[in-house]
């Protein structure tokens, strides 16, 4: 406590000797001629660039029609090439789900396993997994948010748990007593 004090105590002395050396100093001679309003009309006729530094105009230059007659002429990829550029990406993001539309008219929603030469592999459901090519594509996969699907898969895995949890108790009592009497099953 005292130690905090004594600073406080030393800390007021210094600011009491500095203050005479700060109060007197003058105002910097810059600041003291400048007009404390403008009127109007010079504020209008004041001119942006002296005439000295005027900006350089930069010349516009027309191209000929032949520049922009390539552009056309580049070969587009084909839609199974774009498609399996765009899956390689969502093959490292393995929550982000995508929305695919097949040629006959199938709209697919899932996750993808992994993407190959040919085909990829579309996880749908919980068990369930498709194998698509990439020529059976309508259009590229789209990015979803998938919250059906999620919810889906979610009660597919909540299902196949209560079914185990539920049958486990009567089949493997089952299985024990064919065990003891001599028909186990392999």
Same mark, same amino acid.
């Given at each position: 406590? $005292?130690? @905090?004090? /004594? $600073? ?5 002395? #210094?600011?009491? #000797?500095? &203050?005479? &050396? ?6 910097? +001679? ?18 942006? /660039?002296? =005439? ?6 930069? #010349? ?24 399996? @550029? ?17 040629? =006959?008219? @199938? ?30 594509? &309508? ?24 079914? #185990? +949890? ?19 099953? =392999?």
């Amino acid at each position: 406590m $005292w130690l @905090r004090n /004594y $600073w406080m105590l030393v800390c007021f002395c #210094a600011i009491c #000797a500095i &203050a005479p &050396a700060i109060k007197a100093q003058e105002p910097a +001679v810059e600041f003291i001629d400048l007009p404390s309003s403008l009127p109007s009309d010079r504020l209008r006729n004041t001119p942006l /660039y002296p =005439d000295s530094e005027l900006p350089a105009q930069t #010349a516009h230059k027309n191209l000929p029609a032949e520049f922009f007659a390539g552009l056309t002429q580049h070969p587009r990829l084909s839609l199974a090439s774009r498609v399996k @550029r765009s899956l390689s990406g969502y093959e490292n993001r393995r929550r982000q789900y995508v929305r695919c539309e097949l040629k =006959d008219g @199938r709209v697919l929603v899932g996750t993808v396993v992994y993407a190959r030469d040919n085909y990829f592999v579309l996880r749908t459901g919980a068990a369930a997994e498709k194998d698509i090519e990439y020529s059976q594509m &309508a259009s590229e996969p789209q990015p979803v948010a998938g919250t059906g699907q999620k919810i889906k898969r979610d009660a597919e895995i909540t299902g196949m748990v209560t079914v #185990a +949890v539920v049958l486990a108790p009567i089949v493997i009592p089952i299985l024990l007593v064919a065990c003891v009497f001599g028909t186990c099953v =392999d």
